[in-house]
């Protein structure tokens, strides 16, 4: 008779005596950081030897060398596969720092310039009454935030509706049109919107100038800076939310409409809940894009200097215009105050995307 | 081939009332008779189903078979007006419930869709709800309230052979399910409405056995008061659970027709085409 060892299920072994399976861990950068400073020293030798100067072009060649070396330890070590495997990583990784870093500079110097500005009073004071020359003990950027919270909370308030409801449109026309007709309005629409967001700001400012400051005889005011600012808001909303909406998987559109459910219900109970937090994207970009806008509110808000809380009347400030306004005096207590305005700006717009975030990702239910 | 019509009203067994082990349902909803008169259906130029023919009594379970691509999951379709849903799909003929072109002008898809459920080939359900709330989401979202819900979800979900798995995780999200238990969950949303007709496209293909007997018992058994078109390459699974079988076949470039139409025992024991006899047993390219 033949054994059958194979057929004998191998001894339960201790769940310990099995090594747990982990993702390579810190010791696993010991080799590329041990390459590194192999490529930078090979590098600074080339780089004393030879012509060759400057610390940039040093970075920029160290780098290079490094990748080589690495590349070729890992395929001498590793393979061919890997060898690949590790440069594209590498080139990933570079691809991703290179956008993080210029970011994180600019934040950076906005911060370091913009911190010595920021006392108590900057966020209680108006510039009314204060003068060019007096220290940034005085005055600051209440009449600015105020300006700034009325007329981008406006502005979301007119564009996020309207940006919703044509992205919806634009990627249900299909099913609200008659059977075997074509949506052919919804082709205009689409096209109406994306010039939309190639609209200059100023044109949009001047636009709301001519329509609604002068014609209208509405003078400036906040709610005309939140007009201009909701034109620029409103195709960023709505082609960014129709992407969101096509995304939804058509299953769930025909799992409604089979139970019975009309179109506005498909779309309010169960398309736009799937697509919950990639709209809540959509808006968010479109106050990112509106915020910091600083053309359109010279026409519209004028900018002032004192304090206007009622959006609907009167001229009011903003902090793109204060920053602007502030930044044009050569006192060093105004270059800080307009640099305190930016960094406020900054945090005011971050604020609202953690915000964002949270009521988007909020009570997500399953995958 | 067997002309759906008169001749089969006469072979129309009695509602099957018998194996409903004492449970029997309340014949609250009447079952409709559902109607296809030469259907024809294209998508873009391409005509996919003709000349179909079928009547469905009220109460009866209708088996589709036929080989993939054939046109089934497209005729069906075309039974609750989600053909028309298709970028680009026409169609030609009349559909009739209970005698009323479903394609009338006037006639409201939505309403319709209400009598005539469907579960579809891959389950779907809602993602953003919980289990409990996608068996009721029907009745929510056609706007219909309902006085004991607790009573809904138990019964729909034991119907679809569920209700003992998830009964303890109601709060749960659908998508915490795994595919055979969320099919499931879609045939109770579907039941919970209480459709007149229930359109079934291979309802049981991501099933195991036992849910699979489950949901046959559950066709059986709300054959009574639902009218099912069912679509299955299960040929056992038409045989148990159908009253009249439709034998579907396209050829190499023609769209699909119905070869062979009739009683299931018939259909299977002496078929009146060869391709019928060949399909079922097997013998198919
Ligand atoms: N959206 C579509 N656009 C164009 N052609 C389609 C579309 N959907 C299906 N078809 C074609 O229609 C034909 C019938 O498809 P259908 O889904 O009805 O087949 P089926 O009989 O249900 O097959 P299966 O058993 O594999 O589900 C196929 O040839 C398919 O390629
Ligand atoms: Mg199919």
Redesign the interface.
């Known amino acids: 008779m033949t054994a059958v060892p194979v057929l004998v299920p191998p001894l339960p072994t201790r769940p310990s005596a099995e090594p747990r399976r982990l993702r390579p861990g810190p010791e696993a950068l010991v080799r590329p950081t041990v390459i590194f400073a192999a490529a930078a020293a090979v590098t600074g030798l080339a780089f004393l030897a030879t012509a060759l100067s400057g610390t940039f072009g040093y970075v920029v060649c160290t780098y290079f060398v490094f990748v080589a070396l690495f590349a070729w330890d890992t395929v001498r070590r590793e393979g061919r596969t890997a060898g690949w495997d590790r440069v594209v990583t590498v080139a990933v990784a570079t691809c991703g720092l290179c956008t993080i870093v210029p970011l994180a500079i600019i934040v950076l110097y906005v911060v370091t310039k913009g911190i010595g500005g920021l006392s108590g009073n900057f966020f209680k004071q108006s510039m009314a009454s204060v003068g060019p020359l007096d220290p940034s003990s005085q005055g600051g950027a209440y009449h600015a935030i105020i300006g700034t919270v009325e007329q981008v909370g406006l502005a979301a308030m007119i564009a996020t509706p309207l940006g919703l409801l044509t992205a919806v449109y634009l990627s249900e026309a299909?099913?609200m049109a008659r059977?075997?007709k074509k949506p052919r309005l919804s082709r205009t629409v689409r096209l109406l919107v994306d010039a939309m967001s190639g609209i200059p700001s100023i044109v949009a400012g001047l636009f709301i100038y001519t329509m609604f400051v002068i014609k209208l005889h509405q003078g400036y005011s906040g709610l005309a800076a939140a007009l201009a600012l909701s034109v620029l808001m409103l195709p960023t909303v709505a082609r960014t939310g129709e992407e969101v909406m096509r995304i939804v998987?058509g299953?769930?559109?025909?799992?409604?409409?089979?139970?019975?459910?009309?179109?506005w219900?498909?779309v309010l109970?169960?398309l736009m809940?799937?697509a919950?937090s990639g709209l809540v994207t959509a808006v968010v970009l479109g106050v990112a894009r509106i915020a910091g806008e600083t053309a359109p509110l010279l026409m519209t808000a004028l900018g002032s200097d004192a304090v206007n809380k009622n959006p609907f009347h009167g001229v009011q400030s903003a902090l793109p215009l204060f920053a602007f306004q502030r930044m044009r005096n050569a006192a060093p207590s105004e270059i800080s105050r307009g640099w305190a305005g930016a960094l406020v700006l900054i945090a005011l717009v971050l604020t609202l995307f953690t915000l964002a975030r949270v009521l988007g990702s909020h009570k997500r239910?399953?995958? | 081939m067997t002309a759906p019509g008169d001749d089969l009203q006469i072979t129309l067994p009695e509602p099957s009332t018998a194996n409903l082990n004492g449970r029997a349902t309340r014949p609250a909803v009447e079952a409709s008779a559902l109607e296809a008169r030469d259907v024809k259906a294209w998508f873009g130029r391409s005509l996919i189903v003709a000349d179909v023919n079928l009547a469905m009594p009220p109460g009866s379970v209708t088996a589709i078979i036929g080989p993939s691509g054939c046109g089934k999951s497209t005729f069906l379709r075309v039974l609750?007006r989600?053909h028309?849903?298709t970028?680009g799909?026409?169609l030609a003929g009349d559909v009739l419930l209970d005698g009323q072109d479903i394609y009338a002008t006037g006639s409201r898809?939505?309403?319709?869709?209400?009598?005539v459920?469907?579960v579809?080939q891959?389950p779907?359900?809602?993602?953003?709800?919980?289990i409990g709330e996608n068996v009721l989401?029907?009745l929510?979202?056609?706007?219909i309230s309902v006085g004991d819900k607790a009573q809904v979800v138990e019964s729909r979900l034991g119907q679809a052979g569920l209700w003992t798995e998830v009964k303890d995780r109601l709060r749960?999200?659908?998508?915490?399910l795994s595919g055979g238990q969320q099919q499931r969950l879609?045939i109770a949303?579907?039941l919970a409405?209480s459709p007149k007709v229930l359109l079934m496209d291979e309802p049981c293909s991501a099933l195991d056995p036992s849910s699979t007997k489950r949901i046959e018992e559950t066709i059986r058994q709300i054959s009574t008061s639902v009218t099912v078109v069912i679509v299955t390459h299960n040929m056992q699974q038409a045989s148990r659970v159908s009253d009249y079988t439709a034998f579907f076949l396209a050829d190499q470039g023609d769209p699909g027709r119905v070869v062979e139409f009739g009683p299931t025992r018939e259909v299977f024991s002496t078929p009146n085409d060869p391709r019928t006899e060949d399909y079922i047993h097997g013998r198919f390219g």
């Open positions: 299909e099913g059977p075997g998987p299953g769930l559109r025909e799992a409604s409409l089979a139970l019975g459910a009309p179109l219900r498909t109970r169960v809940p799937a919950r239910k399953g995958a | 609750n989600m028309e849903l970028p799909a026409r898809p939505a309403r319709m869709r209400l009598q459920g469907m579809f891959k779907n359900p809602f993602p953003t709800m919980t989401s029907g929510r979202l056609a706007g749960e999200p659908a998508g915490s879609c949303r579907s409405v």
